[in-house]
Structures are given as structure tokens and as C-alpha cells.
């Protein structure tokens, strides 16, 4: 239930010794809703390696985890969704040593390794992160504003052309009779 002074003392506890030790009612409650598993990295390439063989599928490595668990744990059926974390190309390296041929990487994907890589430093604050998150937003709103409004002028300028040139046309086919 809503008890935040048992999960305060929870998060003190596993902050200072890295460590959360649950015991009785609560944690047999925890264990009537979660369930858990882990995969190696043994386990993971192989999950990667047989679901590429018998579902023509690449997983990355961090969603084998998840795959895995759901087998180890005897949860895969008909109905069973597992949410994939990442492309696998973002783990090309990983990926390779459990498929020696990988699929081809969507050009758009392909093109990222090229771009330059952006990193912005904050605080660990909630607050400071929002408000820079929401400051990084408005720069890029604004700066695409900017360009819709520089292409609407220089349509502007071609309508303009267009009717000038009409025009001229018109005023040298009068001259003419």
C-alpha cells in the first residue's frame, strides 16, 4: 500500500549499502506480482542467435534479456508481447558475435553514425533537467519557426516574380497591337 516512510527508509538503506532487503508479508506480496530471471551474456547472444534463426528477427541485446526471462520464467505464449528496447544496430558489435551476417541497417539509422554527437551537462536535479529540457525545446521550436517562415518568404517572393512576370507579359502583348 501507501506507506512512503517504509519505502523512504528502503531507499536510505539501499543508497548507503547498495543493498534493499525485503522480508516477510511485504516481500511475499512482491512476489505474488513480480517475477524475475536474469540472462549472461552467454544466454543473451544465444537468445539473439535463435531467434534470428526461427523468427527472422534481430534483437538487441538488452531486449534478449527480456525474451530470455520470459522463457526462463515459462511466460512466452500465444498472447506474450515483449516490448523491443533498441534497434539492433545501435549494438552492432554485441549483435555480430551472435550473428556473423546481420540485417541490412535502415538507411535513416545508417546515416546517424555520421552526424556529430551533442551532449549537454545538468545537474542531478529533477527541476534543473525540466527547465533545460524545456529551454532545449523552445530553442528548436523557435528555430524552426524561424525556417517556416523563411520558406513562406520566399514563396512569397516567387508568387510576386510570377505575377510580375504575367504582368509584363500582358503590358508588352498591349503595347504590341
Not at 534481430?58 to 526471462?69: E, I
Not at 527547465?131 to 523557435?142: D, H
Amino acid at each position: 500500500g501507501d506507506d512512503s516512510s517504509t519505502l523512504a527508509s528502503w531507499m536510505s538503506a539501499f543508497e548507503s549499502t547498495g543493498k534493499l532487503l525485503i522480508t516477510g508479508k511485504k516481500l511475499n506480496e512482491a512476489r505474488a506480482d513480480f517475477k524475475s530471471a536474469k540472462a549472461d551474456t552467454a544466454e543473451t547472444l544465444e537468445t539473439i542467435k535463435k531467434y534470428h534463426a526461427n523468427e527472422d528477427y534481430m534483437l538487441c541485446p538488452h531486449s534478449a534479456v527480456g525474451v530470455s526471462a520470459v522463457h526462463q520464467l515459462n511466460m512466452a505464449n500465444s498472447a506474450t508481447v515483449c516490448l523491443a528496447t533498441a534497434h539492433f544496430a545501435k549494438f552492432g558489435d554485441a549483435c555480430s558475435r551472435a550473428v556473423f551476417t546481420l540485417p541490412e541497417i535502415p538507411k535513416e539509422l545508417s546515416q546517424l553514425w555520421s552526424l556529430e554527437t551533442r551532449s549537454s551537462n545538468c545537474s542531478n536535479d529533477a527541476k534543473v533537467v525540466q527547465k533545460f529540457t524545456e529551454r532545449k525545446i523552445e530553442e528548436r521550436m523557435e528555430k524552426h519557426e524561424k525556417q517556416i517562415e523563411k520558406k513562406n518568404f520566399v514563396k512569397h517572393l516567387v508568387l510576386v516574380s510570377i505575377a510580375l512576370g504575367a504582368m509584363t507579359v500582358i503590358v508588352s502583348a498591349s503595347k504590341r497591337r
